[in-house]
């Protein structure tokens, strides 16, 4: 079980808008960034969002993360078809004084 | 353009070694913190160990402690993971991960290239 808890699935159609939440605790989420990864089929990850709602070069604006007490969400607008892939969050975790993940979900367009 | 290439994964009876390898390429190895995580089979991302810039610090996972050491030459341009004691929940792909540090005092988890990896099977 991981420390940091998202749903499995999340589904959209094409173009609408879609929201992946990460719920964590104070010794995670509640005090430290929040990162986001994408992972597409047989791929590594690769990094969507760091701290907390920053966008590296070259991940378009149509992701965006944000942050609320002990969660995190993850929003996709305009959804394409080749969004359909593995979403993973992670922190740095006090009291376990090791970086989480959460287990992922898998986000299918319609 | 920045690259990480791991070798070395394999099958690995249990209680046995093995060492990865991530050859860096297009980027200056000594000026960043390295990760290994690992994926087992169907599973989600587990951060397994990283090491400073000049090798002086490393910090694991508890479940590896004792067991795995990370390792760098950034002559060779190159980190290592040497496995010992494998066990079957060990089975994975472990990935090479370049860090990002974020300032502010924080545990970066900023990975912003990841290798292809490496899959290693612990099985009798």
């Known amino acids: 079980q991981s420390v940091l808890t998202q749903p499995p699935s999340a589904s959209g159609t094409l173009g609408q808008r879609v929201t992946i939440s990460c719920s964590g605790s104070?010794?995670?989420?509640?005090?430290?960034?929040v990162y986001w990864f994408q992972q597409l089929p047989g791929t590594a990850p690769k990094v969507l969002i760091y701290?907390?709602?920053q966008r590296p070069s070259g991940v378009p604006d149509r992701f965006s993360g944000s942050k609320s007490g002990t969660s995190a969400s993850l929003a996709i607008s305009g959804l394409r078809s080749e969004d359909e892939a593995d979403y993973i969050c992670?922190?740095?975790?006090?009291?376990?004084?090791?970086?989480?993940f959460g287990g992922g979900t898998r986000l299918t367009v319609l | 353009e920045v690259q990480l290439v791991e070798s070395g994964g394999g099958l690995v009876q249990p209680g046995g070694s093995l060492r990865l390898s991530c050859a860096a390429s297009g980027f200056t190895l000594s000026s960043h913190w390295m990760s290994w995580v690992r994926q087992a089979p169907g599973k989600g991302l587990e951060w397994v160990a990283n090491?400073?810039?000049?090798?002086?610090?490393?910090f694991y996972v508890d479940s590896v402690r004792g067991r795995f050491t990370i390792s760098r030459d950034n002559a060779k341009n190159s980190l290592y993971l040497q496995m010992n004691s494998l066990r079957a929940e060990d089975t994975a792909v472990y990935y090479c991960?370049?860090?990002?540090?974020?300032?502010?005092?924080?545990?970066?988890?900023?990975?912003?290239?990841w290798g292809q990896g490496t899959l290693v099977t612990v099985s009798s």
């Open positions: 090491i400073k810039q000049d090798g002086t610090d490393d």
């Open positions: 991960v370049r860090e990002i540090e974020v300032g502010y005092g924080e545990v970066s988890l900023y990975f912003d290239y």
């Open positions: 104070s010794s995670n989420i509640g005090s430290h960034f």
């Open positions: 992670a922190a740095w975790d006090d009291r376990l004084t090791v970086r989480v």
């Open positions: 701290s907390n709602n």
